[in-house]
């Protein structure tokens, strides 16, 4: 084999794994290489969903991204619509998942649809929500976390504010993002329902693979039969591990993937 020719996994393989993390940090920003990162975005906090979820990912030595409403384990079934009518994890469960390497965050204080409501209004059930995951969730910081908004709907006016509060918000927009920059803080997504997604997340990754370098990221809610557009358990496993193989993909719960920022 030519020098000029030794791949960048030859290379690591010579250098040993000292220089794995250092190398694999800089491989963000080699110029002409591919690099697709994906997030899945789980809302809700369906309980049943969120353990088996948290379980497949852990499969793979992967992270997953798990969103929960603030107060949603404080009511009961009856007061909730027909997408949230299953029970919900509490802050119990949602310590253990985020102890085992997950991302746990907010998804709003009530899953009110903030933009239905004045600004002011929206502030107070905004900084209710912070107020509960200061108190419930170990390590939580909001400046270090991002909001992900009930029904991707936000305005101007709100994304402005929550900049003050959150490092990113997760909203309405195109779902394909740049790479993570220095400063990106507004982040579109996709989603899929009321029925199951699986044909169409599957459609959303292919189509986004086979374009240029970014970040889809899709929000996808409970696993078989809870919440609005679920996706099969079995599907997302598979999903997995056929990502998890693939060289310029990278699967990652949003904060870990703004922290490859180049
Ligand atoms: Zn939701």
Redesign the pocket.
């Known amino acids: 084999m030519k020098r000029n020719h030794i791949s960048r996994r030859d290379t690591l393989k010579i250098l040993g794994t000292g220089s794995l993390g250092v190398l694999a940090g800089r491989a963000f920003s080699i110029p002409g290489k591919q690099k697709h990162l994906i997030t899945l975005s789980f809302?809700?906090g369906f309980e049943k969903s969120s353990i088996k979820t948290a379980e497949i990912y852990e499969k793979y030595g992967l992270s997953s991204c798990i969103n929960v409403?603030a107060s949603a384990h404080q009511k009961s079934p009856g007061e909730t619509d027909a997408y949230h009518q299953w029970p919900v994890g509490d802050f119990t469960l949602w310590n253990d998942i985020k102890r085992r390497g997950h991302e746990i965050m907010p998804?709003t204080y009530r899953?009110a649809n903030l933009t239905q409501m004045s600004l002011e209004e929206a502030q107070v059930l905004v900084e209710k929500c912070i107020d509960v995951f200061d108190q419930e969730l170990e390590g939580f910081v909001a400046e270090e976390s991002v909001f992900n908004l009930?029904?991707n709907a936000s305005t101007p006016e709100l994304e402005e504010w929550l900049r003050l509060k959150f490092r990113a918000i997760r909203t309405h927009g195109d779902h394909v993002n740049p790479l993570p920059y220095k400063g990106l803080y507004r982040l579109g997504c996709t989603s899929h329902g009321p029925d199951n997604i699986n044909i169409h997340l599957e459609n959303t990754i292919n189509k986004f693979l086979e374009g240029p370098s970014g970040w889809l990221i899709y929000n996808t809610?409970g696993l078989d039969d809870e919440g609005w557009g679920p996706v099969s358990a079995g599907f997302l496993d598979e999903l997995l591990d056929r990502l998890n193989g693939l060289d310029d993909v990278h699967l990652l719960p949003v904060i870990p993937a703004l922290d490859t920022m180049q």
Do not use: E, K, L, N
């Open positions: 809302d809700d409403i998804h899953h009930a029904y809610h």
